[in-house]
């Protein structure tokens, strides 16, 4: 057995590790396995204790390019780094992309990522028109919106739960330039993000807003809010990366996160002076996080939370406001804070995350006790306001939280394969997770 | 248009080393034994961007088979710029101790065939006075060690084939090139304990482009391994039979 962590570095894990090389080999003869891919989910949902991981990264061969009509069919370890680094010469672009493009299309596919566009996109798996999904049978069932439909809508935010999938299709978009033209402006509260949004949302294909966490009072609320339209200056030629390439080599001592740095970088973050408009390059305006290779290690050994929520909008405003109270109060900072509307677009799996509402993210270092019991606070206040957390980032709801915010979980086991499954997934449905 | 043939083609270093070429106005010849995989390979290669690829599904261990095999070969390919052997099998050294039989198939799939090969490629590199004929040996072939000394017989003696080849063969300016990888991660190796020390066959088929670009003779990947091989071959005998490596 190996240690495993994910990206959170929390919790960590004794697994057995079995990579995967080919499409046509069968799954091995394992009572519990879970597919692997780039292990860039923050909690336990790609950690499997006491098991086996299927980690995905040479399954990263092309299959078909349709460089006419933006197809593009792929193994399951393809990352979407590689993709880009394939299709943007030729004037494609992903038609949904997470803050990191280092994940693989099936960690993509299994958490129904979002991204800056989901008001006009979407969830990813929108732009997904088939798949394999390998059953540890040996079944193979050739998955898509018109072909075994209701294995389709259950792989898609399964969490890797249903199977192995073994290559992806997805619908690109075409673009005209490697650039993105961005605007950025400063909100003074939650209202004003709110109204802002409305109207920037009609121009713009991504919007997206950092708030600072730790301001209070009439100051509660207020950030940044930074909009994104593909540029139309014809500029394709451009190198891409395809690998992480600064890292960072060593855990930060501890202290270094506490609330003064936390704070004193919010404040510049803030009052950095920025221009209104500018042309910058896609990585970074879309990946600003990847420039540096492991920045998780910044949070020291103990590693870090995330808590990513969504709220319908009717209570959107109140309960982000309790949410950041209760923050602001406990004192614990939190070092990046994104805010974003989801749009109206229904998403296309069981169990998928993003639904119309407000969504928050926030890093918090792990202090222990102190910080579980803050994210169980905040458990509360998106419970009451029927919203819903993001299992692709979390490590520590209960079963009784995630069972509100997924109430198809039942519909939804059925699909399990019987010899699959994950630390995150027995945690929210064992009897204990009931509490 | 470059004409790469690669014999092994599913071979994990093989593969990354492909990909690099695929956008380099490339056609590939590929051949394994295993058709479907092959499949898997090409088409990768295509959406990649080479210009051709075409696939053969052939035992290279048989050598009687070989005579055949170089004419198609030439047939289709007339003028060969790169060609890379990387086709081989990690020898069970415990089995092979208690059955001659498989020893001696052991050294032909990773020796004898690959000799077989190079014969006729020698032959047709010589009489096209240009481009580089690229085989993966082994850091294990530089000493032999009780842990894997017939996988190292096989690729030592492969490693001083080379020599002589490549003394036969640079003055018709044929560039002959020695890989010597240390511990890759690939399926061959699927089982080992991993540390330090092993690296990914990308990296190695980046210091197997950057060897054929520099027209290097040997290379060491990564290249702290001919530190590692110098200092293992440097240890005496009397000393050295008493180590368990
Ligand atoms: C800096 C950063 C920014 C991020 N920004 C966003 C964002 O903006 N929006 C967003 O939605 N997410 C975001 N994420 C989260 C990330 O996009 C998701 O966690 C994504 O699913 C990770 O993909 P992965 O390949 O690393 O999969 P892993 O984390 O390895 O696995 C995720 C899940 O997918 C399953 N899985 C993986 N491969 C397969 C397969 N072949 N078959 C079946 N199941 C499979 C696993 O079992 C697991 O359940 C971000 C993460 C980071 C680190
Ligand atoms: N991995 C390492 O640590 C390492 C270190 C030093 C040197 N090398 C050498 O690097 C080369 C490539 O290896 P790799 O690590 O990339 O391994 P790999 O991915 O496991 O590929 C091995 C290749 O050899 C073929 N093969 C395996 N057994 C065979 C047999 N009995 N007869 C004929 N063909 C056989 C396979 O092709 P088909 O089954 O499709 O025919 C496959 O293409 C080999 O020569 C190996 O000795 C590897």
């Given amino acids: 057995m190996k240690h495993g962590a994910s990206w959170g570095r929390y919790p960590t894990v004794e697994q057995d590790t079995i990579p995967l090389y080919w499409r046509d080999q069968p799954l091995p003869d394992k009572p519990s396995m879970l597919a692997y891919g780039q292990g860039r989910s923050y909690g336990d949902v790609c950690l499997n204790d006491g098991a086996v991981i299927l980690p995905t990264a040479n399954l990263q061969r092309f299959i078909q ?51 800056k566009n989901h008001h006009r996109a979407g969830s990813f798996g929108c732009h997904v028109s088939a798949f394999e999904l390998l059953r540890s049978d040996g079944q193979r069932l050739l ?39 961005q605007q950025v402006c400063c909100f003074a ?69 506490n ?42 050994k103990r590693g870090f939370f995330q808590y990513q929520c969504v709220i319908p909008m009717a209570k959107s405003q ?30 296309p799996g069981l169990l998928s995350f993003p639904r119309p509402g407000i969504t928050l993210a926030m890093d918090m270092a792990n202090r222990g006790d102190k910080t579980l019991r803050l994210l169980d606070q905040l458990d509360e206040i998106t419970m009451q306001n029927n919203g819903a957390v ?7 709801m209960s079963g009784l939280a995630y069972k509100s915010y997924y109430p198809e979980w039942q519909t939804f086991s059925q699909y399990i394969d019987p010899k699959f499954s994950s630390s995150f997934w027995r945690r929210v449905t064992s009897s204990t997770g009931q509490q | 248009m470059k004409n790469i043939l690669i014999l092994g083609a599913t071979s994990a270093i093989a593969e990354r080393f492909a990909q690099r070429y695929a956008n380099q106005d490339c056609r590939f010849y590929l051949v394994s034994r295993n ?36 004419t ?106 020695t890989i010597k990888p240390g511990f890759v991660d690939t399926p061959m190796t699927q089982d080992f304990k991993k540390g330090l020390l092993w690296v990914s066959p990308k990296s190695i088929a980046k210091g197997i482009e950057n060897a054929i670009k520099r027209k290097k003779d040997t290379v060491y990947l990564p290249f702290f391994w001919r530190y590692i091989m110098l200092i293992i071959k440097f240890i005496p005998e009397r000393i050295f039979k008493r180590m368990s490596l």
Avoid at chain 2, 43 to 63: F, N, P
Avoid at chain 2, 98 to 122: F, H, M, P, R
């Fill in chain 2, 72 to 177: 198609s070969v030439i047939g289709r390919l007339e003028h060969i710029d790169i060609a890379l052997i990387a086709y081989g099998s990690l020898s069970n050294q415990p089995a092979c101790e208690g059955d001659s039989e498989l020893s001696l198939k052991e050294l032909n799939t990773n020796c004898l065939s690959v000799i077989s090969l190079l014969t006729l490629l020698a032959n047709v590199f010589e009489k096209q006075a240009s481009g580089c004929i690229a085989v993966i040996s082994s850091v294990a072939g530089d000493r032999g060690r009780q842990s894997n000394y017939i996988y190292g017989t096989a690729k030592g003696a492969l490693t001083i084939f080379l020599q002589g080849l490549r003394n036969r063969l640079d003055r018709k300016g044929v560039h002959v090139l």
């Fill in chain 1, 318 to 347: 109140h309960a982000l406001s309790q949410i950041l109270q209760a923050i602001a109060k406990s004192g614990q900072a939190s070092f990046l804070s994104v805010v974003k509307k989801f749009g109206e677009n229904l998403p």
């Fill in chain 1, 143 to 181: 998955c898509s919106p018109e072909q075994n439909e209701d294995w389709f809508k259950a792989t898609i935010g399964g969490l890797g739960l249903t199977g192995l999938i073994s290559w992806v299709e997805i619908k690109l978009k075409p673009i005209t330039s490697f650039h993105i033209d």
């Fill in chain 1, 390 to 396: 993001y299992p692709a980032k979390d490590a520590r």
């Fill in chain 1, 189 to 257: 509260n939650l209202e004003e993000f709110l109204a802002l949004n409305d109207v920037m949302e009609r121009d713009w294909e991504y919007t997206v807003a950092w708030i600072d966490c730790l301001a209070k009072g009439r100051k509660l609320g207020r950030g940044l809010y930074m909009a994104g339209n593909h540029a139309d200056d014809k500029e394709l030629a451009i190198k891409t990366i395809d690998e992480p390439a600064l890292t960072m080599p060593v855990d930060a001592p501890g202290f270094l996160l």
């Fill in chain 2, 35 to 70: 058709q479907i995989r092959l499949d898997n390979v090409a088409d990768d290669l295509r959406v990649r961007g080479a210009k051709d690829v075409i696939t053969e599904s052939l035992d290279l261990t048989e050598t009687s088979g070989h005579n055949h095999f170089m």
């Fill in chain 1, 65 to 115: 390019f349709d460089s006419d009509k933006g197809i593009l069919r792929a193994e399951a370890g393809v990352t979407l780094a590689q993709i880009l680094s394939l299709v943007m010469p030729k004037g494609w672009f992903l038609a949904v992309t997470p803050g990191t493009k280092f994940v693989s299309l099936g960690g993509a596919v299994a958490n129904d990522v979002h991204g």
């Fill in chain 1, 259 to 300: 609330r003064y740095t936390v704070k004193s970088f919010n404040t510049l973050y803030y009052q950095k002076p920025r221009k209104h408009v500018s042309n910058v390059h896609y990585d970074s305006y879309f990946y600003p996080l990847d420039k540096i290779a492991h920045w998780n290690r910044m949070y020291g």
